[in-house]
């Protein structure tokens, strides 16, 4: 029979991480200098054994086995105001670093945290306010980003409301739009006719698909576009093609003065 | 706009430039750059250069690039290895950033291999050069990068001058390359980087240097790939008979498919001047140091394309046996 424990503070620090059985955390660190909680996970079962004392006989808890040789470690989300990371020992199959409080082995972030940073990606914040927010290394986000953009991580992707409405007009209500607006535009000024299309315009995918190809003069739109195809030819991810076309959209709607010739191209189309 | 801001000095004239509190970007050989006095300047060693009189090798004059902060505050920063791919994002939104790295050295393989990737390349201008050595110091000395505000000599280290400007002005980067792919066969790579002893050639796995004995190919024609109409060049660096090991002057990547450059029609110097008789004057421009050798353009004037003759070229991504050349446009 099992014995009855009380909670300890690491079990506490368990349910907080998101841990499930048989994951358990097997002892936690609190370091008030450095501002970080520091969590040992395990799949170990919890084993008991009774010690005689000189007051009878207890059960205590073990510690569990070191499986692994090295202790391996990720970055997790805060714990309130205190920095977290999740230890492991134990030795890992595929399949555990797909669990929320592991990350794979070349990443530093948890696959929670990760989530979480992709999804600030995918919302189109800056690098920099995410770094700023996790309290991460540019270099490690930048990593991060370097393998969500070459197609070696993959994660799902719901879009925010807002973000919905700004990206995910239905083709036909954009395309509508757009003819409205190319309509009111000849009637009122012409220059406004090679203007940036709409990041919903299906024009735009047709470009990063390499279905439409366009006469550019501009060096850095044409390096731009080079890195951009090849991205979207490696990538898995329909939601990552999405951060694409947003970084292509907002390539040109910032140079859109210097681009007329490729964009009375793009308006043609 | 864009003045005459591009000179080959001696020394006392350059410190005079750094003493008036202007933003240079300087050229010349390490003894004469580390004499020259602090001030808002980066530079990099080399003793190649291309004046409006002609190709120079010279380690007594630098060769100095005025940059025009338009009255606003440029800002000089070193990057490391780590902080480089942040390079772009603490560009100014609306300038250009000027940055000189060392060659050969971990941080020139690093931007070399990942600049493409780096966050907000390509949507703000970077332009610069990769510092080098007089051909007859290999061995003996190191290309390095100096922080003008400190006189710091750095070995692995990039040194960036951000400048920001005025609205109404935009950037206007170019590159002049004289190379064009050959009708011959493409030429692919599965692994990106400095070397290589195989490539897929149409499709089928050779190894490249027997490919390139058998069909007495020159190395001093470069590989080009087709970037939606910028041509890249990879230079060749050298060949090992025995391993088959090919090195390159920058890195190859998979997925892209190179060919090689077909010989010039006309002398390097009648080419370049033809292909930049409609270029205005640049407000900075920089050339391949490979280009001075091959095309013997020691004395030979080379256009309106003139500046440091350099160990890789950087507009936006590194470059080989290319000229960078950038202006700018008032709206």
Request: glycine share 6%; hydrophobic share 40%; net charge negative.
């Amino acid at each position: 029979m099992k014995p009855y424990l009380p909670l300890r503070t690491e079990d506490y620090f368990g349910k907080a991480a998101g841990l499930q059985a048989p994951w358990r955390a097997s002892k936690c660190a609190v370091n008030d200098v450095t501002r970080t909680v520091h969590l040992w996970v395990t799949n170990q079962a919890v084993e008991f054994e009774q010690r005689h004392g000189w007051f009878g006989a207890k059960t205590v808890q073990m510690a569990p086995r070191q499986t692994h040789l090295t202790d391996r470690h990720w970055r997790h989300v805060d714990c309130m105001d205190y920095t977290c990371f999740i230890h492991t020992a134990d030795s890992l199959e595929p399949a555990d670093h797909e669990l929320d409080w592991f990350g794979p082995p070349d990443l530093p972030f948890t696959k929670r945290i990760a989530k979480k940073i992709f999804l600030l990606l995918m919302e189109g914040t800056d690098l920099q306010v995410i770094c700023d927010i996790f309290k991460v290394p540019f270099a490690e986000l930048w990593k991060f980003k370097y393998d969500l953009d070459n197609g070696l991580l993959h994660f799902e992707y719901t879009p925010s409301a807002r973000r919905k409405r700004k990206d995910y007009l239905p083709p036909v209500a954009s395309e509508a739009t757009r003819l409205i607006a190319i309509a009111s535009d000849v009637q009122n000024n012409r220059e406004t006719l090679i203007g940036v299309p709409e990041m919903t315009d299906p024009v735009w995918e047709k470009l990063i698909t390499g279905g439409l190809n366009i006469q550019i003069k501009t060096l850095g739109f044409q390096l731009l576009l080079t890195k951009l195809r090849q991205q979207v030819r490696l990538l898995q991810s329909a939601d990552v093609k999405i951060m694409k076309l947003r970084e292509l959209h907002r390539y040109v709607e910032r140079h859109e003065r210097v681009l007329k010739h490729e964009l009375a191209q793009l308006n043609q189309d | 706009m864009n003045a005459l801001n591009q000179v080959l000095v001696d020394p006392p004239d350059a410190a005079k430039l750094i003493r008036s509190g202007a933003y240079l970007a300087i050229a010349g050989d390490e003894a004469v750059l580390v004499g020259l006095p602090k001030g808002n300047w980066i530079g990099g060693t080399i003793p190649y250069f291309m004046a409006r009189d002609g190709g120079e090798t010279s380690r007594e004059k630098v060769f100095i690039t005025a940059l025009d902060a338009q009255g606003l505050t440029a800002r000089i920063t070193q990057y490391d290895a780590t902080r480089l791919p942040q390079v772009c994002l603490e560009a100014p939104d609306n300038g250009f950033s000027m940055i000189i790295l060392p060659a050969f050295s971990q941080i020139h393989f690093e931007f070399a291999k990942n600049a493409p990737m780096y966050d907000d390349m390509y949507l703000k201008p970077l332009i610069g050069w990769v510092s080098g050595i007089h051909l007859d110091d290999m061995g003996l000395r190191s290309p390095k990068v100096i922080d003008g505000r400190t006189g710091e000599l750095l070995e692995n280290r990039a040194v960036v001058l951000h400048m920001p400007l005025p609205e109404n002005i935009s950037v206007n980067v170019n590159i002049v390359n004289l190379f064009s792919p050959g009708s011959g066969d493409v030429i692919e790579f599965d692994d990106g980087g400095f070397e290589a002893s195989t490539c897929v050639i149409n499709g089928q796995p050779t190894p490249l240097a027997q490919y390139l004995r058998a069909i007495g190919h020159d190395t001093r024609l470069p590989l080009v790939a087709d970037y939606n109409g910028a041509r890249i060049n990879v230079s060749f660096k050298s060949i090992n008979p025995d391993s088959g090991v090919i090195t390159f002057y920058g890195p190859v990547f998979p997925h892209t498919q190179y060919r090689l450059a077909q010989p010039l029609a006309d002398s390097y110097e009648t080419a370049f001047e033809r292909s930049t008789a409609e270029l205005v004057n640049a407000c900075f421009s920089c050339n391949c140091v490979l280009n001075y050798l091959y095309c013997e353009l020691e004395g030979k004037r080379t256009g309106r394309v003139i500046g440091p003759m350099t160990f890789g070229e950087i507009a936006y991504q590194l470059l080989n046996q290319t000229a960078v050349h950038m202006t700018l446009e008032r709206h």
